[in-house]
C-alpha cells in the first residue's frame, strides 16, 4: 500500500523560510512533486523532481526562492521555502508518479501553509 506522509506546514510571516517533506513509501517512486491550491484558485504544480535528482523544475512563481531536492534513498522529498509571500498560502499536496506510471497518483492529503502580511 502506497503512504505518503506530508509535513512541516504551518504558519509564517512575509519573508519567513519554511521547509516542507514528504515521505514516500509502498512504490518505487520515480517522479515526486509538491502541488498547491491556493485559496479559491485550482491546483498547480509548484515543483517537481525526478529519480536521479537531476532534472527539477520549479514553477516561475517560485524560482529562486523555493529549492526542492531528495534524500539519498529518493522516498524523501523536501522543499526549501524561502522569502514566502502571502500569495504563497495555498494547502499543498506531495503527489508520486510511480516508476512506469504514466501520471502523478496518488496523492498526499495536503498540508497547509499560511504566510501573513
Known amino acids: 500500500q502506497v503512504q505518503i506522509a506530508e509535513s512541516g506546514g504551518g504558519w509564517v510571516r512575509t519573508g519567513d523560510s519554511l521547509e516542507i517533506s514528504c515521505v514516500v513509501s509502498g512504490v518505487s517512486v520515480y517522479n515526486i512533486a509538491w502541488f498547491r491550491r491556493p485559496p479559491g484558485e485550482e491546483r498547480e504544480c509548484v515543483c517537481d523532481i525526478g529519480w536521479n535528482c537531476g532534472r527539477a523544475y520549479c514553477s516561475d512563481s517560485v524560482k529562486g526562492r523555493f529549492d526542492i531536492s531528495r534524500d539519498a534513498d529518493k522516498c524523501t522529498m523536501r522543499l526549501e521555502m524561502h522569502n514566502l509571500k502571502p500569495e504563497d498560502t495555498a494547502h499543498y499536496y506531495c503527489?508520486?508518479?510511480?516508476?512506469?506510471?504514466?501520471?502523478?497518483?496518488?496523492w498526499g492529503q495536503g498540508i497547509q501553509v499560511t504566510v501573513s502580511s
Open positions: 503527489a508520486v508518479m510511480a516508476e512506469g506510471a504514466p501520471r502523478y497518483n496518488p
